[in-house]
C-alpha cells in the first residue's frame, strides 16, 4: 500500500484565493511527522511545514497551514492568497517512527498553476 | 549560513564510465541522506548516514552504486559503471533535528 497518496495530480488556483492540496498517509506507528516540500521548476527541494503526530495545533508557517486531520490520517497543506511564485510542484512526505533521523517516504506530488 | 552544497550541478558522461557526486552537508547537522528522482519512480531514498555511519541502504539499486561519508562536512556517491537507467537528479539532504534539509541536486544523464 501506498504510504503516502497525493490524489490530486495538478491544480489550478487563481491568484489570491486560496488553495487546498490533499494528502494521505498510511502508518501504524504512533510517533511520526508530516512534511510538505516545494519544487519549483528550477529543481531545487524547498522544505514548506512540519506537523508532529502529538502536536495538538495545526502547523502554520506564513501562508502556509497544514491541516491535521489525525482520525482520517490526512495533512491537507493549505496555502492562502496565493502568488504566482507558488506555481511548482508540491510534495508531501511522512517520516515514520520516533528517530528524527528516520528516512522520508514522498508523495507522487501535486503540481499548482496560479493563473493571474 | 550556507545551506547543503552539491557538487557538480549536471554532469553528463557516456555508458560505462566512472561517476562521482559530492555532498557537503550543513555544519553541525547529524544526518545526511542520498535521495534519487525520476519520472517514473518519483523521489526515492538510496541510503542515510548517521554520524559519518551508513545507518539504511536498502534502497541502493545494485552494486554498482556505492556511498561513503568520510568526515562530518563530506560524502560522495559513486556510480560504476553508470548506464543510462541511471540518468535521474540526484538530492543530498541533511537534518539535524526533524527537518531534512536539500541540496540543489546533481542532473545526471548517462548517455
Known amino acids: 500500500a501506498q504510504k503516502i497518496t497525493q490524489t490530486q495530480p495538478g491544480m489550478f488556483v487563481q491568484e489570491k484565493e486560496a488553495v487546498t492540496l490533499d494528502c494521505t498517509y498510511d502508518t501504524s506507528d504512533q510517533s511520526y511527522g508530516l512534511f510538505w516540500y516545494k519544487q519549483p521548476s528550477s529543481g531545487e527541494m524547498i522544505f514548506l511545514i512540519y506537523q508532529g503526530s502529538y502536536d495538538e495545533q495545526n502547523a502554520t508557517e506564513g501562508r502556509y497551514s497544514l491541516n491535521f486531520q489525525k482520525a482520517r490520517k490526512s495533512a491537507n497543506l493549505v496555502i492562502s492568497a496565493s502568488q504566482l511564485g507558488d506555481s511548482a510542484m508540491y510534495f508531501c512526505a511522512m517520516r515514520e517512527g520516533r528517530e528524527y533521523g528516520n528516512k522520508l517516504v514522498f508523495g507522487a506530488g501535486t503540481i499548482l498553476r496560479v493563473k493571474s | 549560513d550556507a545551506g547543503v552544497i552539491q557538487s557538480p550541478r549536471h554532469e553528463v558522461t557516456e555508458m560505462g564510465q566512472e561517476v562521482t557526486l559530492r555532498c557537503k552537508p550543513i555544519?553541525?547537522?547529524?544526518?545526511l541522506f542520498w535521495y534519487r528522482q525520476t519520472m517514473m519512480r518519483g523521489l526515492e531514498l538510496l541510503i542515510y548516514f548517521n554520524n559519518n555511519v551508513p545507518i539504511d541502504d536498502s534502497g541502493m539499486p545494485e552494486d554498482r552504486f556505492s556511498a561513503k561519508m568520510p568526515n562530518a562536512s563530506f560524502s560522495t556517491l559513486k556510480i560504476q559503471p553508470s548506464e543510462p537507467r541511471d540518468s535521474a537528479v540526484y538530492f543530498c539532504?541533511?537534518?539535524?533535528?526533524?527537518?531534512?534539509?536539500f541540496g540543489p541536486g546533481t542532473r545526471l544523464l548517462v548517455l
Open positions: 555544519s553541525g547537522h547529524d544526518y
Open positions: 539532504a541533511s537534518s539535524f533535528w526533524k527537518t531534512q534539509y
